[in-house]
C-alpha cells in the first residue's frame, strides 16, 4: 500500500508566477488536510478537505491560495502570483473515512522557493 | 482557540541516556487526542506515539512514553536508549476529538541532538 504521495518535491518559482502543488492520499483515504511549514517553525493547518469539499479553510490566506480535491485525481493546492513569503515546505495528510480517522499520515512534503 | 507549547527549542542528549522534551496545551475541550511527531533532516513526518485524552494510562511505544497530566495540560515525551536515529524536530500535535474535523495544532517543536 503506497504512502501519501506529493509533487513536486521541489519546486522553483519566480515572483509573480503560479505554484501547483499536487497530493494523492493513501488508497482509501477520502479526507486530505494541508499545511504549511515556514523556516523554523512548526506546520500550521491551512485546509481540510473531502472529495470534491472544502470542509474547512480557515487556515488559508483568503487571497492567492486555493485548494480542491476533485472526484477524480489529487488534491491540489494552488497558489497564484506567488511572493517571497510562500517560501515554505508544504505538507499534505490523508486519513480514512472510516477505522481510525484520527490518525494522519503525511507525504514527503513539497518544498517551495519563490525566487 | 487551541494553542500547543515546547518551551525547549533545542535539547541533547548522549547515546544510551533518557531524555524527556516537554509540551503543554491550553484547550477548553475535554476530548481530544495529543501526539509526538518526528520530523528527520528528510523533513518526513512521522508519527511516535498518540494519547486519547479520556485514557489515563499513559502511552507506550517501544523506547518512547509520555507523561499526560490532563489537569496540568501537560503532554511530554520521554525517549529511553537515545540511539543516533533518534536525532530530529520533535513536534507535539493536538487535535479535537469531538468533531469531524481533525486538523491538527502544533508546537514550534524540539530539536533533538546527539551528544557525541
Known amino acids: 500500500n503506497a504512502g501519501v504521495m506529493q509533487n513536486p518535491r521541489h519546486l522553483v518559482r519566480r515572483r509573480g508566477q503560479e505554484a501547483r502543488l499536487r497530493c494523492s492520499p493513501m488508497?482509501?483515504?477520502?479526507?486530505v488536510y494541508w499545511y504549511r511549514q515556514l523556516p523554523e517553525e512548526g506546520l500550521k493547518f491551512m485546509v481540510y478537505l473531502q472529495k470534491e469539499n472544502i470542509i474547512d479553510e480557515s487556515g488559508m490566506p483568503k487571497e492567492r491560495f486555493s485548494a480542491e480535491f476533485p472526484k477524480e485525481g489529487p488534491s491540489i493546492l494552488r497558489i497564484q502570483q506567488v511572493v517571497r513569503g510562500d517560501s515554505a515546505a508544504y505538507f499534505c495528510?490523508?486519513?480514512?473515512?472510516?477505522?481510525?480517522?484520527?490518525?494522519?499520515?503525511f507525504g514527503p512534503g513539497t518544498r517551495l522557493t519563490v525566487t | 482557540a487551541q494553542t500547543v507549547t515546547q518551551s525547549q527549542p533545542e535539547m541533547s542528549v548522549q547515546e544510551a541516556e533518557t531524555v524527556t522534551l516537554s509540551c503543554t496545551y491550553d484547550?477548553?475541550?475535554?476530548?481530544?487526542?495529543l501526539f509526538w511527531y518526528k520530523q528527520p533532516p528528510s523533513r518526513q513526518m512521522i508519527l511516535v506515539i498518540r494519547q486519547e485524552a479520556y485514557k489515563q494510562q499513559n502511552a507506550t511505544e517501544n523506547r518512547f512514553s509520555v507523561n499526560f497530566q490532563k489537569a496540568a495540560k501537560s503532554f511530554s515525551l520521554k525517549i529511553s536508549d537515545s540511539q543516533l536515529g533518534d536525532a530530529a524536530m520533535y513536534f507535539c500535535?493536538?487535535?479535537?476529538?469531538?468533531?469531524?474535523?481533525?486538523?491538527?495544532?502544533f508546537g514550534k517543536g524540539t530539536l533533538l541532538t546527539m551528544n557525541p
Open positions: 488508497k482509501g483515504h477520502s479526507h
Open positions: 484547550t477548553s475541550e475535554s476530548d481530544y487526542y
Open positions: 500535535a493536538y487535535t479535537y476529538s469531538g468533531g469531524s474535523n481533525y486538523k491538527l495544532t
Open positions: 495528510a490523508s486519513s480514512p473515512r472510516t477505522g481510525d480517522p484520527h490518525e494522519q499520515y
